[in-house]
């Protein structure tokens, strides 16, 4: 059930990194080449992003949807599975990346900002910052994610 979750909360960041993604202006590769990804986050983080709650962790509440991987360097890697019709409840990610190992189909609510229904398929990436979300495997396959919460401070 609650590893369930964390799927759920992965997918929703894949969904949100979409909407993100068709915001960002068109650069050339040349142009990709001059910029520091540091410097070019530090300068357009100019809105509020959710705030991160570790009670809600995925990593602590995802229960048998959660395979552990790695712990270490302030970055917790797992693998988050959601059977048909398994859910993960609300719960809350840092900065992350997710990785669909297996797709399917997604019923995906944000905090905030609503539900939206999510086809992914294997070989999707996701990076995104901190956010909460809950899921629903809806579709008839299991759904595997790859999934890396990234503990750092951010810039205010």
Do not use: F
């Given at each position: 059930m609650k590893s369930s979750k964390t799927n759920s909360s992965i997918l929703a960041l894949i969904a949100i990194l979409f909407l993100i993604a068709c915001n960002e202006p068109v650069t050339t590769i040349s142009e990709k080449k001059d910029i520091d990804t540091a410097t070019a986050l530090a300068s357009n983080d100019n809105f509020q992003m959710p705030a991160y709650d570790p009670a809600m962790d995925p990593y602590l509440t995802g229960g048998e949807a959660i395979q552990k991987i790695k712990d270490t360097l302030g970055i917790k890697m797992y693998i988050a599975t959601l059977k048909p019709g398994d859910s993960a409840m609300l719960h809350s990610h840092p900065d992350h990346t997710v990785y669909i190992l297996e797709g399917g189909k997604l019923a995906v609510t944000f905090k905030g900002m609503g539900r939206m229904i999510m086809d992914v398929k294997?070989?999707?990436?996701?990076?995104?910052?901190?956010?909460?979300?809950?899921?629903?495997?809806?579709?008839?396959?299991?759904?595997?994610?790859?999934?890396?919460?990234?503990?750092?401070?951010?810039?205010?």
């Open positions: 294997a070989g999707d990436a996701i990076i995104n910052g901190p956010l909460s979300d809950a899921a629903k495997n809806i579709g008839t396959t299991n759904i595997k994610m790859l999934c890396q919460d990234i503990y750092r401070p951010r810039a205010k």
